[in-house]
């Protein structure tokens, strides 16, 4: 086969060598990013800090059944942390402490199912102030994999929530 003008055949020689190298780049890239997708760990629910740290915030604003002085006055989770701290009842005679562990113990057992199958191994909850611990719940396993959230509740008082999430 003989081509009359050779300068138009060199000229789609390096077009198709230029193309040829466009698609072998972006082969290269879409094997890097298939690479990382499939190197993500199993499960795909694990938890991320800012899930705990958002869900802290609800857990905090949530309104408790415990009621301090008359009714329709229940108080929320951070109001009855300070009532707890203060050994409070609630006017159904309820100490305020206990109010707190059932209602934060609810929650947690609804919002985090954990156990072998579940990819949430365990969770815990420290409320703590200067004066001491207020109140630690503990459910399932620690392991080395977590993530926490540190939540302070008052200025001088040194009142603190920390929920941890282990998967």
């Given at each position: 086969?003989?081509?009359?003008?050779?300068h138009?055949?060199?000229?789609?020689q390096?077009?198709?060598?230029g193309?040829?190298l466009?698609?072998?780049?972006?082969?290269i890239?879409?094997?890097?990013?298939?690479a990382?997708?499939l190197?993500?760990?199993?499960?795909?629910?694990n938890v991320?800090?800012?899930?705990?740290?958002?869900?802290?915030?609800?857990?905090?604003?949530?309104?408790?059944?415990?009621?301090?002085?008359?009714?329709?006055?229940?108080?929320?989770?951070?109001?009855?942390?300070?009532?707890?701290e203060?050994?409070?009842?609630?006017?159904?005679?309820?100490?305020?402490?206990?109010?707190?562990?059932?209602?934060?113990?609810?929650?947690?057992?609804e919002?985090?199912k954990?156990?072998p199958d579940?990819?949430?191994?365990?969770?815990?909850?420290?409320?703590s102030?200067?004066?001491?611990?207020i109140?630690?719940?503990?459910?399932?396993?620690?392991?080395?994999?977590?993530?926490?959230?540190?939540?302070p509740?008052g200025?001088?008082s040194?009142?603190?929530?920390?929920?941890?999430?282990?998967?």
């Open positions: 086969m003989k081509f009359k003008n050779k138009l055949y060199k000229k789609a390096e077009e198709m060598v193309f040829a466009i698609i072998l780049i972006v082969m890239i879409l094997v890097v990013f298939l990382l997708a190197n993500k760990p199993k499960g795909g629910s991320e800090s800012y899930q705990v740290t958002n869900f802290e915030q609800s857990l905090l604003q949530y309104t408790s059944t415990c009621v301090d002085s008359y009714q329709p006055n229940y108080l929320d989770v951070t109001q009855l942390i300070f009532f707890c203060k050994e409070g009842q609630c006017l159904d005679g309820k100490n305020a402490c206990v109010a707190l562990n059932e209602t934060l113990s609810g929650i947690m057992k919002s985090w954990v156990g579940s990819p949430y191994k365990g969770y815990e909850i420290n409320i102030s200067n004066q001491g611990q109140l630690y719940v503990l459910e399932g396993n620690k392991t080395n994999n977590y993530e926490g959230a540190v939540q509740l200025k001088s040194g009142e603190k929530v920390e929920i941890s999430i282990y998967s």
